[in-house]
């Protein structure tokens, strides 16, 4: 059963602007954007960087606040802001969204965390960042040479299943990857799942993280490996997904609310 009575359309519903026509000034902006998401600059290089094309190109570039907001409305993927117990105890989403205290109860405490949901404003206290992963994995598909890749898992898949068919002339497996493991294999017989070259399989890790000495900065990270690319490219930090970070102080309570 799914959260909240979610039916799982015969379709799924995608975020598709493939067709949608852009200006010079939004393409040369989008690329612009790219190159200096890649090298990590800042607001101040984008700028100055930014009057230096249009000084050289004629073409005016977008803001960075236009360009994001472009990014977002042409990829589908965007943030979402979550709110959670100030001592990371719980999220409020689920069954949990509509508590106005966490009800967590931590090892050898006598009760519930009690800490309240909102300040004297009525605002949250605590929130987390999140990021659906989704619509990242949707625009694998949406590149002629990443689609490609992506269909690693399932040509392995087949071949492992031809393979078996052969008996006893089947040719021994050197090494096996989880494509062609057997769990995979069962995931496909036993299940009747990943019939299709597009169905995805991905793994979700999580591990906590101090990010300086000098203070209290626990984090709690959560990333997703896509099962799908070949294990050159599924291991690769621009393919690691990062869907949420979980802030401190503390270690998460109920980590399936967040």
Request: charged share 20%; net charge neutral.
């Amino acid at each position: 059963q799914l959260l909240s009575g979610y039916i799982i359309p015969v379709n799924p519903p995608i975020h598709d602007n493939q067709n949608c026509a852009l200006t010079p000034t939004e393409v040369l902006s989008l690329k612009h954007y790219l190159r200096w998401m890649q090298s990590h600059g800042t607001v101040k290089a984008y700028r100055l960087h930014a009057q230096l094309l249009y000084e050289a190109t004629g073409i005016e570039i977008l803001s960075l606040y236009l360009v994001r907001k472009l990014a977002t409305e042409l990829t589908g993927i965007s943030t979402e802001r979550v709110d959670m117990c100030p001592k990371s105890c719980m999220a409020y989403t689920g069954e949990f969204k509509d508590l106005t205290a966490c009800i967590y109860i931590r090892d050898k405490h006598p009760g519930p965390c009690g800490e309240p949901r909102f300040n004297a404003k009525g605002q949250p206290r605590a929130q987390m960042v999140y990021i659906p992963f989704t619509p990242v994995i949707q625009s694998y598909y949406a590149n002629q040479e990443t689609a490609h890749a992506m269909r690693y898992r399932h040509e392995c898949l087949e071949d492992t299943l031809r393979n078996q068919a052969l008996g006893d002339n089947a040719k021994p497996q050197s090494f096996s990857d989880f494509p062609n493991s057997s769990n995979h294999v069962f995931h496909r017989q036993g299940l009747d799942l990943f019939t299709l070259p597009t169905d995805t399989a991905i793994t979700i890790s999580s591990d906590g993280a101090q990010l300086t000495t000098k203070k209290q900065s626990d984090v709690y990270i959560f990333t997703i490996t896509i099962l799908n690319l070949p294990p050159d490219k599924r291991y690769r930090a621009s393919n690691i997904i990062i869907p949420l970070i979980i802030p401190g102080p503390s270690a998460p309570g109920n980590v399936e609310s967040f």
